[in-house]
């Protein structure tokens, strides 16, 4: 069965600091990845998404970047983090329908 | 570009009461889904919507997709703790290529034992 592993489970970063937060997806090929935002417990953001190694497409200017080197791997990163970029990071997998999040990332920036 | 609108964003109810949380989109949807957030937790898939004026249950949960295919509801009957969370309703957004999901604002639900 398919699973997604995303690491670390909480972070916190002094503003200024770089990030890298990765994801991994098992079970599965060629899934489209995504990155979402979740600002405050409340709505879901979509960041990036993923169609295939290498390619990455942004949805929203921001401070952050992402990357797809392997066909399952897909990571976050900010050369240096602002105090609005602290949320709760989630990766996404999907083939078809439904979208399978992974446990998320929560990042206090300070 | 497209919205999604949901309603309302808090709901208290006492258990064993019943709970609507409405959601609206701007645009025209292929179809629509429906999540659940746990608290602390993560959105985990709930069902999927595709035809006009579909009608789906899952036990106490019932969905609906309007005719128009623009506004779907959530329904419990029956509250429990467990119902306990965000629901977040999602569309298709730039096409259906890709599989990006506009998501609602969600609706925070909390139930009274």
């Known amino acids: 069965s398919q699973t997604i592993h995303q690491w670390p489970a909480t972070l916190v970063q002094p503003v200024g600091s770089p990030l890298s937060l990765e994801c991994t997806v098992e079970?599965?090929?060629?899934?489209?990845l995504y990155w979402y935002r979740q600002a405050a417990g409340r709505g879901l953001q979509l960041l990036f998404y993923?169609?295939?190694?290498?390619?990455i497409s942004s949805e929203v200017p921001q401070n952050l970047s992402a990357s797809r080197p392997q066909d399952r791997q897909f990571i976050l990163s900010s050369k240096k983090l602002l105090l609005s970029d602290s949320g709760f990071y989630l990766c996404a997998w999907k083939q078809g329908t439904p979208l399978h999040f992974g446990n998320g990332t929560r990042l206090t920036v300070t | 570009g497209q919205q999604v609108m949901q309603i309302p964003q808090y709901q208290h109810v006492q258990e064993g009461e019943d709970f609507t949380t409405y959601c609206n989109s701007s645009t025209t949807l292929s179809n629509i889904q429906w999540y659940k957030q746990r608290p602390g937790g993560h959105p985990v898939f709930l069902i999927q919507l595709v035809k006009s004026g579909e009608v789906k249950k899952q036990k106490r949960l019932t969905f609906q997709f309007g005719e128009a295919k623009k506004n779907s509801s959530l329904h419990i009957t029956a509250t429990q703790t467990t119902d306990v969370g965000t629901y977040f309703c999602a569309g298709p957004s730039g096409g259906t290529s890709y599989g990006k999901l506009t998501f609602g604002q969600g609706t925070i639900l909390t139930v009274h034992p």
């Open positions: 079970g599965t090929s060629n899934p489209n």
């Open positions: 993923s169609v295939g190694i290498g390619q």
